[in-house]
């Protein structure tokens, strides 16, 4: 708080993100309101209208489209308090607004634009900050999931025999990701997976790095972290020549 | 002065909505082929064509989610485009020949059409001012341009049953033609053309990348 923010960094995000169809969504919405409907937000809160998609867009992005950037931190605070509190960037509204504004994408850069700020909501800095530490959002140590791993293959081959959970194993057709959060809180579903690979007989491996296919810094907007969370599963599957990549339901 | 509003000024909008919509087009395709890139690489014809289609002719959940504003708005949109592209066929012939006033021609369907022209645009002020969702996006702007678009029907109509005064009338409603003329390429009314462009982006973005309909 009442740190000053850095509105050069603000107004280059800016431009950098007003392409063709920024530009174009920017000037065409008619404000017409129909994609209100649309919108779970809207609907569960008594048709409030200051939960509908075009006025959350106008009220984050837009406004600092119009301010050319030059906003406060209570600007950004407030922003926080939509983009990410009043919006799941799911997408819905682009599909009944009558000129298609992909208004996720709109209320996503303004995410981006206050994570260069600092403005993002503490579990997701958390979780960034473990992305960068261990590669996965729980912050969990290469050893630990190994150890998950090879303790769910033990108990679970005790109901299955000669179940296997094949790591970093080389060519296999499907290299299998999970979400950080089950090796963390519900181990069993890796060995539901495997149990599901073995009777079905598919040639699959998990790795020991890039495992995790959360991304939950593309849901803070940290476009770098984003990156590199991607980049580490395509790196570990191009390691493993896998020819495909199966991620967790 | 009604001669200059008739005959270069009348030209000036010609050329400014024409020339301005294609600086407008070509501004935008230039600027997406260094920063759209994404959208060449998934563009589909077939979805593109699909997704207009669809919000052109009222084939869509939101046509059916609220019909009583989509009625209204597409009678608002046919009789925009009709009532002027007839009327103007009449002018241009008036143009050529010098002969024929148009303004004396028997009218009756185009006088009771700007009639209803002129109710749905007040339905669409006061859908504004009293739907909650509208209201909130709503701005100065959105009730002006109404506005605008309203006054050539409006002085039309005063103009054809010579109330007030006509001459009046006739200069205002040519004015009025033309400001709306030279408006369309620099505000929203610019969606008569970006409408193609961001329906054939969101068709084949949601149709090409993962098989799901805009409609
Ligand atoms: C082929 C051409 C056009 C298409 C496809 C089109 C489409 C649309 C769409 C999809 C909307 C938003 C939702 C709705 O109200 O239905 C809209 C609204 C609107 N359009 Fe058009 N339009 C066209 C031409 C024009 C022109 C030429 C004008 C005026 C010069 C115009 C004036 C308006 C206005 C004023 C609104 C807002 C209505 C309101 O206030 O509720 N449109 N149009
Ligand atoms: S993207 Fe956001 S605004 Fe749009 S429907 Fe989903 S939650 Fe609502
Ligand atoms: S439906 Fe589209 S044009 Fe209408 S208010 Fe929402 S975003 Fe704007």
Redesign the pocket.
């Given at each position: 708080m009442g740190e000053p923010v850095n509105t050069e960094v603000i107004k280059e995000r800016l431009d950098a993100a007003k392409s063709a169809r920024m530009k174009m969504w920017l000037e065409l919405c008619?404000?017409?309101g129909?994609c209100a409907e649309s919108c779970f937000f809207y609907l569960a809160h008594d048709k409030d209208p200051t939960y509908m998609p075009s006025y959350k867009v106008i009220k984050t992005l837009g406004e600092m489209y119009k301010k050319k950037g030059k906003v406060s931190r209570e600007f950004l605070e407030e922003t926080l308090d939509i983009a990410w509190g009043k919006c799941t960037v799911c997408r819905r509204c682009s599909q009944f607004c009558?000129?298609g504004i992909d208004m996720a994408l709109m209320i996503s850069t303004a995410r981006g634009i206050c994570n260069t700020q600092g403005v993002v909501p503490e579990g997701l800095q958390k979780a960034v900050a473990n992305y960068w530490a261990e590669g996965n959002q729980m912050a969990m140590t290469k050893e630990d999931w190994l150890e998950t791993c090879t303790w769910m293959e033990s108990e679970t081959g005790e109901e299955i025999a000669g179940l296997k959970i094949p790591m970093d194993k080389e060519g296999a057709n499907i290299m299998y990701t999970v979400n950080a959060r089950e090796p963390m809180y519900y181990p069993q579903d890796i060995g539901m997976a495997a149990t599901i690979f073995h009777i079905a007989g598919e040639d699959w491996t998990m790795s020991s790095e890039g495992w995790d296919d959360t991304n939950l810094a593309m849901f803070a907007g940290d476009t770098k972290c984003m990156t590199h969370v991607v980049k580490q599963t395509y790196d570990a599957a191009i390691r493993l020549k896998a020819k495909n990549i199966a991620i967790t339901e | 002065m009604y001669e200059f509003i008739r005959g270069p000024l009348l030209w000036v909008a010609f050329i400014v909505f024409i020339a301005g919509l294609i600086y407008r087009i070509a501004a935008l395709v230039n600027l997406s082929l260094k920063k759209d890139q994404v959208v060449y690489d998934h563009f589909s014809t077939s979805w593109a064509l699909r997704s207009i289609f669809h919000?052109?002719l009222p084939l869509n959940r939101t046509v059916a989610q609220y019909p009583v504003?989509?009625i209204?708005?597409?009678a608002?949109?046919i009789l925009?485009?009709g009532v002027p592209i007839f009327l103007l066929a009449h002018s241009v012939l008036w143009y050529e020949s010098w002969q024929i006033s148009w303004w004396s021609l028997p009218e009756d369907v185009a006088d009771y059409l700007s009639l209803l022209m002129l109710a749905l645009?007040l339905f669409?002020?006061i859908?504004?001012m009293v739907a909650p969702y509208?209201r909130i996006v709503?701005t100065a702007a959105?009730?002006l341009?109404?506005v605008?678009?309203a006054l050539p029907f409006l002085t039309g109509y005063l103009a054809y049953h010579q109330w007030i005064n006509y001459h009046l009338m006739v200069i205002l409603h040519m004015l009025s033609g033309e400001l709306?003329?030279i408006?369309?390429p620099f505000t929203?009314?610019s969606?008569?053309?970006f409408?193609?462009f961001s329906r054939a982006h969101i068709g084949s973005e949601f149709g090409e990348r993962r098989g799901t309909v805009t409609w």
């Amino acid at each position: 708080m009442g740190e000053p923010v850095n509105t050069e960094v603000i107004k280059e995000r800016l431009d950098a993100a007003k392409s063709a169809r920024m530009k174009m969504w920017l000037e065409l919405c008619a404000h017409c309101g129909l994609c209100a409907e649309s919108c779970f937000f809207y609907l569960a809160h008594d048709k409030d209208p200051t939960y509908m998609p075009s006025y959350k867009v106008i009220k984050t992005l837009g406004e600092m489209y119009k301010k050319k950037g030059k906003v406060s931190r209570e600007f950004l605070e407030e922003t926080l308090d939509i983009a990410w509190g009043k919006c799941t960037v799911c997408r819905r509204c682009s599909q009944f607004c009558p000129f298609g504004i992909d208004m996720a994408l709109m209320i996503s850069t303004a995410r981006g634009i206050c994570n260069t700020q600092g403005v993002v909501p503490e579990g997701l800095q958390k979780a960034v900050a473990n992305y960068w530490a261990e590669g996965n959002q729980m912050a969990m140590t290469k050893e630990d999931w190994l150890e998950t791993c090879t303790w769910m293959e033990s108990e679970t081959g005790e109901e299955i025999a000669g179940l296997k959970i094949p790591m970093d194993k080389e060519g296999a057709n499907i290299m299998y990701t999970v979400n950080a959060r089950e090796p963390m809180y519900y181990p069993q579903d890796i060995g539901m997976a495997a149990t599901i690979f073995h009777i079905a007989g598919e040639d699959w491996t998990m790795s020991s790095e890039g495992w995790d296919d959360t991304n939950l810094a593309m849901f803070a907007g940290d476009t770098k972290c984003m990156t590199h969370v991607v980049k580490q599963t395509y790196d570990a599957a191009i390691r493993l020549k896998a020819k495909n990549i199966a991620i967790t339901e | 002065m009604y001669e200059f509003i008739r005959g270069p000024l009348l030209w000036v909008a010609f050329i400014v909505f024409i020339a301005g919509l294609i600086y407008r087009i070509a501004a935008l395709v230039n600027l997406s082929l260094k920063k759209d890139q994404v959208v060449y690489d998934h563009f589909s014809t077939s979805w593109a064509l699909r997704s207009i289609f669809h919000w052109l002719l009222p084939l869509n959940r939101t046509v059916a989610q609220y019909p009583v504003y989509s009625i209204m708005t597409y009678a608002f949109h046919i009789l925009l485009l009709g009532v002027p592209i007839f009327l103007l066929a009449h002018s241009v012939l008036w143009y050529e020949s010098w002969q024929i006033s148009w303004w004396s021609l028997p009218e009756d369907v185009a006088d009771y059409l700007s009639l209803l022209m002129l109710a749905l645009i007040l339905f669409l002020i006061i859908r504004r001012m009293v739907a909650p969702y509208a209201r909130i996006v709503t701005t100065a702007a959105d009730y002006l341009l109404l506005v605008v678009v309203a006054l050539p029907f409006l002085t039309g109509y005063l103009a054809y049953h010579q109330w007030i005064n006509y001459h009046l009338m006739v200069i205002l409603h040519m004015l009025s033609g033309e400001l709306m003329l030279i408006l369309i390429p620099f505000t929203k009314l610019s969606h008569m053309i970006f409408f193609f462009f961001s329906r054939a982006h969101i068709g084949s973005e949601f149709g090409e990348r993962r098989g799901t309909v805009t409609w």
